[in-house]
């Protein structure tokens, strides 16, 4: 694959892009610059417990397709998406390198986290990467922890956060606002007949849904960004059951947005979801809401 310029790789799973996820896409770029190469970020299709133990998968910060645009956004254009199956899963950590860092791509330079792990099994660690750097004869570049606080960035604590519903904690270590993209499909209307039009999303299979809760967000909608409201609920007010809907309402917008895809952006939780006594009383807490996104925007 070899275009006769050094290629340096950015090897990861690379799930939300986060911050520490940014170091290593930048420190790619740096030394491919230094080379007079190009890099190249080396990723999955999907997650490898989707392969390997499916019940235990946990749900996406990002999906596939954005993914790769968050990585391509933070410089790196070129982006290989691998196969992840259980013949890729089964190669052991020297046929993994041999293969395909060295063969496919003849890697002159390769980055990787500091809890980096490949092969079989997951059996290969930073320690054995780097011997078989040397052996191979390309510049292994090991990050190193990025924190915020005490915490140290990592996809999982980005999901505890997003599921527990503190966004803004969550937009902290990924270095941008969580987002998710969805069709609008149908509903039940009943917002309209509160004066607070919805949008329902459909969002990919998946992806992550944050924790229940009324949201601050903006909405991007046909070039626009508006400021919103999301309900993330089982809509106990009116159903009781247990089924999850993600409910966009878009302020100061008028419009039929049915089957378009729309981004919302989430800023904050405003508050959780509770069974109101009537609909007059849900309508006034949303008035509520409205105003009090309408302040985090300011």
Known sequence: MSRGKPTVLALGTFDGVHRGH???????????????????????????LAVLNPAKCPPLITTTEEKAELIRRHGIEE????????????????????????QRFQAKGVVVGFDFSFGHLAAGKVDLLQSLANQHQFELIVVQPVTSGATVISSTAIRNLLLTGDVRRANELLGYPFFLRGRVIPGEGRGRQLGFPTANLATPPGKL??????????????????????????RPTFTGRGDVSVELFIDEFDGD?????????????????????????LKEQMEKDRLAARQILR
Do not use: K, W
């Not at 930048?26 to 999907?46: H, I, K, N, Y």
């Not at 992840?84 to 293969?99: G, I, L, S, W, Y």
């Not at 849904?209 to 089982?234: C, N």
């Open 22 to 48: 940014q170091v290593i896409l930048s420190t790619a770029l740096d030394l491919a610059e230094q080379m007079g190469g190009r890099a190249v970020a080396f990723t999955f299709d999907r997650h490898p």
């Open 79 to 102: 982006v290989c998406l691998i196969s992840f199956n259980r013949e890729f899963a089964a190669m052991t950590p020297a046929q993994f390198v041999a293969e395909c860092l060295v």
């Open 209 to 234: 849904i944050p924790g229940a809760g009324v949201y601050a967000v903006e909405a991007s909608v046909r070039g626009g960004l508006f400021l919103g409201l999301l309900a993330i609920s089982d």
């Open 257 to 281: 947005l049915y089957d378009e895809i729309v981004e919302v952006r989430l800023l904050e939780r405003l508050r959780g979801i509770y069974r109101f006594p009537s609909a007059n009383a």
